[in-house]
């Protein structure tokens, strides 16, 4: 565990070193990032211009799910940026390399495809989160911060765990799938209630792919909504349970692989 | 010469051809968006005949429409550039006896192309069984869509082409082609049509060329545009692509003096 982490100082250091040297791109990059997240916000803007609410849910909840939802998932882009992973690493034998060292094959993959400027995500997810809990007039206890803390986590693993399943796939495939867009794009029926769904999609985004889990359950702890109080408690276990089953996922395919590439 | 661009569209299609597997996986990330997005447009009408002009059975349609036009005018060119650029493989390319940029431009509507018969028509016939789509009602119509589409993707095109050639000058520019997909799929009326957009940006959006990527086609194929209004929208849309020539062009003269190989 020291050592990952003493290697994780290091690989931040190459990071920023191969990306200061191009430095504009890294800025112009950093400013796409946050737009990427404002494109999502000027939706929510825009569409409350016309109705004032969605199925029950005003504007200001809508904004603070959004908020919440972006902490979580910056954090996961950072550590789990795996979209790449099958032309990497398999089809390009990087893999190879990785196995033949002795640190955890998991922890290497996540170190090389770190990304650490998607740290500013978890900024401006606090912001918009503040935001509306201010318009809101949200009240909140001292041990909600630890609540948050635990449930940001949580999220992350749930997260992290579907998407080392989904690399790991590539163990036991070595052609290009497409399935990451797929999931990638599933994600995006998480950020708004899932009460607006029909059966099928609720089911699906609970748990199978309970993407639900890292912006609306834990959103709606702190916007008091007790109806879904024991989805919320219900995040902590769903992010070990998740996060368990990509860690047996890639353990099984590390297992099955045999090396491809050229 | 002309044949040299059909043979350069028809490897791009084959090689499209080839990699089967994700293109069974991008009908469904489309199918995907398209549903999220029906969902999200119900549970905000909740109730509502119409808003900005627009009943749900419109929108979800526009929807629809917006992401199949999509299929076709989307490409990656920039990227493809810019790694040409970063691995050298440019000044190769440079030498050769053909225009780079039109040589790119005919490998993205190769394509587009592919997209739009085995992605973009089947995709369609499957959401018309969901969803109360009304299609074009006469040739002329369709020829009116189709029209607006070929220019949508010119104009397109022509985007990516700028910032590609860009990475000349930069040599890495991967945030600048990731801001401008993000501005472009926002301000083309891809995952909100203009209409809904309050009236000082709906003012500003008139003076710049991302609504003739999207909202204009989709409008013509809805029928939300009267005659007279879908001729506009093509002129205007002809007009895009002759302006958007002026930066390339004198980009483009630039870069080829400034090129500086990193490497390959």
Redesign the interface.
Known sequence: MLQVLRLFADYLSQYFKTRLA?R??????????L??EL?NL??IL??F???S???GWTRDEIIFIYGFFLIPFALFTMFFDFWDFNERFIIRGEMDRILTRPVHHLAQVSLESISPDRIFGVFSGLLIMGYAAIRLELSFAWYDLLVFAVLVVSSVMIYGGVYTAIAAISFFSD?????S??IW??Q??GR?PVN???GI?RFLLTWILPFAFVGFYPSAYFLRKAEWYTYALLTPVMGIVFFALGLFVWNLGIKRYQGAGS | MYRLYAELVRIRFLTMLA?R??Y???V??YG??I??YY??W?????G?ET??GMSVEQMTAYVAIAWMSRAFYFNNIDMEIAQDVREGKVAIEMIRPYPYLLVKAAQALGEGLFRLLFFAVPGMALVSLFLPLTFPPTAEAWGAYLLSLLLAFLINTELNLLTGVLTFF???????M??KR??V??LSGL??PIS???GWAQAVLNWLPFQAINYFPSMIFAGAAAHRAAGEAIMLQALWAVVLLVPLTVLWRRARRNLIVQGG
């Open positions: 191009y504009a791109d890294f800025f112009v990059e950093l400013v796409s990032n737009l990427f494109t000027v939706f825009v569409v211009q016309h109705v609410f969605l199925h052609s290009r799938t497409g399935i867009p797929m794009n599933i995006n029926y708004y607006i769904y029909n999609i | 990699y597997v994700n069974y996986s991008g469904i990330v995907i968006n549903g999220a969902f999200l119900t549970a905000i009408y909740a509502q808003l900005a930069f040599f890495r520019n991967d945030g600048l990731w801001a993000v501005i799929d926002l995952i909100l809904f957009f309050p």
